[in-house]
């Protein structure tokens, strides 16, 4: 698919997607669900008069993006959502290269449904820790966008039907691994989670991430480095107290 300037569009020279993905590639991000977009519900348009007919949903693999991301312009200007605005950028450029659009998780109500997206792609099921696990990836992969495209430039990708990997883990190390006890493999409980948090910041958990996302053997090449996982770690703890204080529910 050759790529065109911001703001330009001809459909008519696109022929494939490798450079669309190359693209992604350069800031660390990949396609990690390929989607006929006329199968699926809730999926905008790319404008009044152009419909989406083909749905990627990008995002990273392990700490994939964090040297992208820690020498962009956002990391460094100490304003708030700094990864946000850095994959709002992101996304938007090579929208606008491609003659699409990008969608963000955070961008509502209503809110697109990435995770009902993520579940059409056969590759991402339920854990016992309330969050996806990817068959290649386990529980260190996040999305940051969804590119919204004008017409179907590859068949979808072809994705082998995986069972959930957590059927198969009679041990199920997630459960026994929090400090905490936050979580019975049906319930997470937050705010034992953050009080740990917010307690202790040389904690395991806050200095390296999640001891239960730790402690799955799936996808464990794919752990996020420790400055990434305290960058988000910090993040989750700072937020998760915003909102507590708005609903009046911290001491």
Partial sequence: MRCLSPGIRDQSIMTDISELKHLLETHGLIVLADLDASRIDAVPDIDRETKTRQLLLVGNAGSSIWPSFVNSPEYGDALPDSLDRWSRRIGEQIARQCGGKAIFPWEGPPYPPFLAWAEMAEQVFPSPVSMFIHS????????????????????????????????????QPCLEACPVDAFDGKQYAVHQCIDFLEADHQSACRQQGCGARRACPIGSSFTYTPDHARFHMDAFVKSSLVSRLRNNDIG
Avoid at 146 to 152: G, K, M, S
């Fill in 136 to 171: 290649e990836f386990g529980l260190w992969h996040a999305y940051r966008f969804a590119l919204a495209l004008p017409r179907q430039y590859d068949s979808p990708t072809s994705v082998q039907s995986h069972d959930s990997p957590c059927l198969s883990c009679s041990d």
